[in-house]
């Protein structure tokens, strides 16, 4: 791209002569105050606040909208840019209601930083301040004060521009500007959450997060949204060990600055549901009764050696990780000698323009990579559905999914003689196991999975488990740093004896005569690296936080 020079502060740079001046200056990391700007949206230059000075310019220029020329001149520090971002701050904030103690945004609000950083710190203001409608319900999910809202228009042109849907407008002018959705509609697009993370101050916000905590009692996990095969990357929120919100987290490669509401709401309520199983259970006399480790361990492996190989059956998940799924089709061939081997698919509707994608689980891909395929002259899903309804099947183990929420699966499943399930949850598939092993959530385990776009990225533990808690014990720390180990870093919030399915499936083998030498998530995704193609070459490390991209015999990372 042709290239110009400027100068910025008295120091010269080259950049690309389609950059604004706001951008160019964050490229070469000067920071321009800026409201309305967003680098995801169009310009629309309503706050004022990104004023610089132009040389030969007669007014001051507004950075987010005044493209770079070569030659230019700019001042984003002196006398006058500091007055005049001053005096901007002052016709913000004379409306603005002083209300930061009960605002959900702050410790994340920008109007709450550049009050410190570039206003006067005093009101010359002594009227009345004009009041609007609070606590309007401009959503199903979404909150709007119109008193906090600066008319910054990200939350309009985000709704017109990323989510494609016109529910939101300007009405009024001058002090009695507000935000109204638009005649006859709500805000209630797929994508309506998004304007919270955008909208700088407290104007709108997010009715399930409302009032749980302030942003600095959180913990924060880079993570990945589990409702879709897209695989937005998230940040967990947690507080007291419990998860109280997600948010997107940027990845261009992925979901932008973006993720659905679906994702953002209900893909983690299950990790402190009620029917959260909390320990293994195997079924006595009709029942399901919690039992010990040792105990389920020993049913499962007891009962699998007693049926022949073609006999049995296992079913990975796209809902489990790499890990989970390459452990478990290791055992299937190793272990247990089956070729049935399949992971049932959930796909619903089709895809949207935006990131919603159909398959509704966020590792299929990767369960294929990592052999979760029929074998040679084995059975795929169906046909294993097809077999048990038969007769032919009788022994099904299944991993980390509810396939009895599938039309025409739960049926089948009241034919096994025996069956063995792995949940998170307990479900309509649990209601039909003979052992119940207590999983991990992706929100607890370490691992990664692999989406449409064949993008391998970590999940990482956000909350702890008692499996957690031992590992934290088996550290050489004093009794200090285990205290604050447990209740700094993991809060005093409800723990689940839970295990990663790997870790599991690794138990089993041993009590049925076959040793892996797995420790930890890491040893099991070295193997991969080692023995999957696509996989070669790569590492946690170069996974990071952004993913890595397999390849057959490659990897682009």
């Not at 999910?141 to 989510?163: G, K, N, P, T, Y």
């Not at 509704?360 to 990767?366: D, E």
């Not at 919030?493 to 083998?509: E, F, N, Q, V």
């Amino acid at each position: 791209m042709p290239n110009v020079k400027i100068t910025l502060d008295g120091a010269q740079y080259e950049v690309d002569n389609k950059k604004t001046i706001l951008e160019a200056a964050r490229d070469n990391k000067i920071h321009i105050p800026h409201f309305c700007y967003h680098d995801k949206l169009s310009a629309s230059g309503n706050c004022r606040i990104c004023l610089v000075e132009v040389e030969k310019m007669p007014k001051l220029a507004i950075s987010c909208m005044t493209q770079v020329a070569e030659g230019m001149i700019i001042n984003t520090k002196n006398e006058r840019v500091i007055n005049a971002r001053e005096a901007v701050m002052e016709f913000i904030l004379i409306n603005h209601p002083l209300d930061c103690p009960i605002c959900d945004e702050a410790g994340e609000c920008k109007l709450q930083d550049y009050a410190y950083k570039y206003s006067k710190g005093f009101s010359r203001f002594v009227d009345t301040k004009n009041h609007k409608e609070k606590r309007v319900e401009i959503g199903p999910r979404v909150m709007f004060d119109a008193e906090r809202c600066i008319s910054c228009s990200r939350c309009i042109r985000f709704c017109d521009e990323i989510a494609g849907v016109h529910q939101l407008q300007f009405v009024n002018r001058g002090d009695r500007v507000t935000i109204q959705t638009f005649p006859g509609e709500s805000l209630d697009n797929p994508y309506s959450m998004n304007v919270v993370d955008i909208c700088p101050v407290g104007a709108l916000t997010n009715k399930d997060f409302r009032f749980k905590s302030r942003v600095w009692e959180m913990s924060f996990t880079d993570s990945v949204c589990h409702g879709c095969a897209r695989g937005c990357n998230i940040e967990i929120g947690v507080r007291n060990n419990e998860i109280l919100r997600l948010n997107p987290r940027r990845n261009d490669d992925v979901n932008s600055a973006w993720m659905c509401d679906h994702g953002r709401l209900n893909t983690w309520k299950n990790v402190n549901a009620e029917n959260r199983i909390k320990s293994s259970k195997i079924r006595k006399e009709g029942q399901l009764v919690e039992v010990g480790w040792d105990e389920a361990i020993a049913k499962a492996a007891s009962e699998l050696k007693s049926f022949g190989k073609n006999e049995i059956a296992v079913l990975g998940s796209a809902f489990a990780t790499n890990e989970d799924n390459y452990v478990f089709a290791k055992f299937a061939r190793e272990v247990l000698g089956t070729r049935n081997i399949d992971f049932c698919p959930h796909v619903e509707g089709t895809d949207d323009a935006v990131l919603i994608r159909a398959d509704k689980t966020p590792n299929a891909s990767g369960a294929e990579l990592v052999g979760i395929v029929p074998q040679e002259n084995g059975m795929d899903f169906q046909q294993i559905i097809s077999a048990i309804k038969a007769g032919k099947i009788k022994a099904l183990y299944c991993l980390e999914d509810d396939i009895a929420s599938v039309p025409g699966i739960e049926d089948a499943l009241s034919n096994l003689e025996f069956f063995a399930v792995h949940a998170t949850n307990h479900s309509k598939t649990t209601q039909y196991a003979h052992v119940v092993f207590a999983a991990s959530t992706y929100a607890e385990k370490n691992g990664t999975v692999t989406n449409f776009q064949k993008r391998v990225q970590r999940v990482r533990p956000a909350v702890t488990t008692f499996e957690q808690d031992r590992a934290l014990d088996n550290f050489e720390m004093s009794r200090w740093d285990k205290f604050a180990a447990h209740n700094d870093k993991w809060g005093k919030g409800p723990r689940r004896d839970a295990r990663p399915s790997w870790k599991i499936i690794t138990s089993i083998a041993g009590v049925m005569g076959t040793k892996y030498k797995f420790n930890n998530a890491d040893d099991v995704f070295n193997e991969i690296c080692q023995k999957i193609d696509g996989f070669k070459g790569l590492s946690y490390l170069k996974v990071g936080v952004k993913g890595a991209v397999v390849k057959q015999n490659h990897v682009a990372v």
